[in-house]
């Protein structure tokens, strides 16, 4: 099974979890799963590239992200579930029409 | 042909971990595909050559991020009796984009699926050297992301004490 | 008294400038209303005293007008529609006959509606009705004619509903107003054809083109206006709303449903004269319809207990006397008649007003004896009564006689049918004058006699009713006539028949049970004269249910599913679609995310497939 493919499965999978998920957390995991098939996308085609260690850094500098991405929205998920007393997306519709 | 089987070995393993991410309605279960998952995104970077890559996936995602989450669950669920069930709000539309979006990006990509692996030449040391010499202002500019994301991690928990 | 002649218009302006004043100024000063309204009808007075002695100064078949003038509304293309106004011998008796009845019930109403709720109103209808009534006098075009006649129409519509709150007035006023409305379409297509057929609406110009006009077109012409003015004189069959105007004030019911608005009818025939004289089917239609009300209505006012609508079939009766006239030929006597009619039956329906009055009620059966309490009112009814059967030397006897001789002279038939009609009228006032002024008195106290502001209007209309015999000459020279001499063979005959009938009717009706015995002993016949033929449940039946039953379907089908259903649906599309776009934005921002989602989708789709 071609990496590649995996890659757009995952995307595929992460994009349709963050659109139906009702929970806030299952939504934050999604967007993991999104950000794994691009990082996935650069080392499968790096590996055929000969790009060595600039794909290396680049993976590396992506991981830094996702990380501070998950460590902010998790922040949030956390402020939302205190605040609002729910962790459900549908729930926050509120917000939208005040 | 130890490879091709590793290749598959490892896509069912990341599918398998996606999959259960989005269809599980526990979060502990969740949080163990989440964690199979990435896993199998680390075996992916082994394999293709990138071993540091893989090792700073396992540190940074599943010793970090998934201690992260199942804090998370915790702390949200703190005041509750029981584990809440995840649900989905299933929707065609939804599905259509989804599927959509990945089969053209396939499709744009099938050219370079189709290129022979190439050498891959890497180690530590060159990483270093990559990251300080010529990506030295991406290294700096991600440290300063690290350094905000901290400071807005703590301004969002810190609500509570207000 | 020739610059009063000049500007005769003012007997126009004057009443419905006082009606505005009263509108005005009449909450604050109450006694101020009568004052003003009689200044109006004195004004109309004054114009038609001056406009009578001319016609008496002047030579004596001068019959152009003795003033005019007009001014020009506005103009449609080369078409001007003007308002001319003129003072001939027919419409300065006219004008006599309307400020004569105007002034009397103006003064007779301060007595009759003291501590009347409605006063103000009263007053000032009372007095926009004299001035539009003079319109239709002094018009000297179509047009100005047509104004007058539908305002004299709404006043007679606002006036019968004085009393509003009772459904019975509110409900004849509209009757009296939809009824008159047939006829006024006639009088539309008659005024409509006529203007477009002679290019002018003024009458001496439509009289000029008239000889060039195809008979067809005259035909069309002069019956619309025989219609227009059956449906204002109430003749049959439109005659069914003059009963039922009897609701409104009695003073209302004698100056316009006696001496002046349905005589319109006649005054219109006469004006337009010339068109009757050459449209033979139209001067049918007026002798038949005439002779048919004057037998029908009279017939009909034998059996009523209303004092009131005694009377009021009795108007219609004559009224038809004089359609009946006219269809013979002889507009001078059916303007004499009116004439002579205006004083009588004014002064009928004055009496009558006294009599309620002091009487309290309006049923004959009710009144007993009135004439030891109200000696004067009753003095003044036997002059009304004795001049409207035709009796010697009152005005009826004079005006009735000229119209029996022509109209004898015309139809044989028609004028047999106007004897025994001319006969019943004596019958019934005979009837009448017994069951309400004779017999003995009830043990009521209440009765009592008018005061003398309600006096004094009866005592100048019975001398207007006991002189206006000697009109006929004057009468027929202002219009262009020579005076017709009495013929002594229909005078006796007439008188001996109403003789006759006299006593017949005072026979009939000792007392309330011999009346209601005289009326069973008729059978049938008698509860249909009672109950007037049934006309009115015929027209009900025949033309008011199905109107109301095509209005319901209308109603029904058109309005409530086609208009409200558009309207409805409208309303519901717009809420629809807006309940529908809402669920875009609910605030659910995975429902955005996905319509992002799906428009990224596209648009790859639309790189990859395009770019190709």
Known sequence: ?98 | MSMTVLMWALAAMTLLGAADVLLTRDVMRLGLGLGTFLLGLAGYFAAFGFGLLALAEVFVYVGGVLVLVIFAVMLVHRERSGVPRLESRHDPLAAVAAVGIAALLGAALRPLAALDLGGVATGVDAVGAHLLGARLAHFELAGLLLLAALVAVVSVSGVERR | MMQLLDHAWVAIIAPVLAAGAIAVVGHRAKSFAPVLALVGALTTLAVAMAGVTALFQADPHGVGPIADGGWEWFKVGGTALRLLWALDGLAAWMLLVVGVVAAAVVVFSTGYLAGDGGWVRYFALVSLFTGSMNLLVLADSLTALFIGWELVGACSFLLIGHWFERPSAARAAMKAFLTTRVGDIGLLVAIAALWSACGSDSFAEVFDKLPSLPSPTVNVVALGLAIGAMGKSAQFPLHAWLPDAMEGPTPVSALIHAATMVASGVYLGVRVWPVFEVSAPARDLLLVTGVVSALGAALIATLQRDIKKVLAYSTISQLGFMFAALGAKAPVAAFFHLVTHAAFKGLLFLTSGSVIHGSGTQDLHEMRGLRRDMPLTFGAWVVGALALSGIPPLAGFFSKDAVLDSVWNHAPLAGGVLFVASALTALYMARATRLAFFGVSGADTHVHESGPSMLLPLAALGSAALVAGLAGGPVARAIGHDSEPLVPAVALIALGMAAVSSVAGWSMAPDPQADLAHQRSLGRFGVALANAFWWDRLVERSIVAPAVGVSRVLWAWGDRLAVDGLVHGIARLTESAASALRSLHRGDAQVYATTMAAAVALMLAATVWLGR
Do not use: H, K, Q, W
């Not at chain 1, 950000?35 to 850094?57: F, T, W, Y």
């Not at chain 1, 609002?84 to 005040?98: H, S």
């Open chain 1, 1 to 98: 099974m071609n990496a590649v493919f995996v890659a757009c499965a995952l995307f595929a999978i992460g994009l349709y979890g963050v659109l139906v998920r009702r929970d806030l957390i299952a939504i934050l995991a999604s967007v993991e799963v999104m950000i794994g098939a691009p990082l996935l996308l650069l080392v499968a085609l790096g590996a055929r590239l000969d790009g060595g260690a600039a794909v290396e850094s680049i993976g590396l500098l992506l991981l830094v992200l996702a990380a501070a991405e998950a460590a902010v929205g998790l922040a949030l998920l956390v402020l939302v579930a205190r605040v609002v007393r729910t962790t459900r997306a549908d729930e926050l519709v509120e917000v939208g029409e005040r």
